[in-house]
């Protein structure tokens, strides 16, 4: 879909391991996007970080292997339009 007018966009953190009905949630997520129509998504691997529910810093350094790295979910659609993502979205990751 293409965006008319000024877009928006909609970030979401994610773990790599957070899971949604048994597969990674930053796939469900995406996939969830499609399906609704939504312009763009992309998804971000970060190569280190930490989050409000753990102040371990989770790291791709070969000597510390990570298993939760923080992954980016940009979203970019109309205002309305990501507003409905925001919903659903906030209902996947709770």
Do not use: C, N
């Not at 007018?5 to 957070?18: N, S």
């Not at 969830?32 to 102040?55: M, P």
């Not at 790295?69 to 205002?79: R, T």
């Amino acid at each position: 879909m293409e965006i008319k007018g000024t877009g928006k966009l909609l970030r979401v953190f994610v773990g790599e391991g957070d899971r949604y009905h048994g597969q990674p949630l930053f796939e469900a997520i995406v996939k969830r996007l499609r399906e609704e129509g939504l312009a763009g998504a992309t998804v971000i691997k970060g190569i280190e970080g930490f989050g409000a529910g753990s102040r371990v810093i989770h790291t791709a350094r070969i000597l510390r292997l990570s298993e939760d790295l923080p992954v980016l979910i940009e979203v970019v659609d109309q205002e309305e339009r990501i507003a409905r993502a925001v919903a659903f979205i906030e209902q996947m990751v709770e």
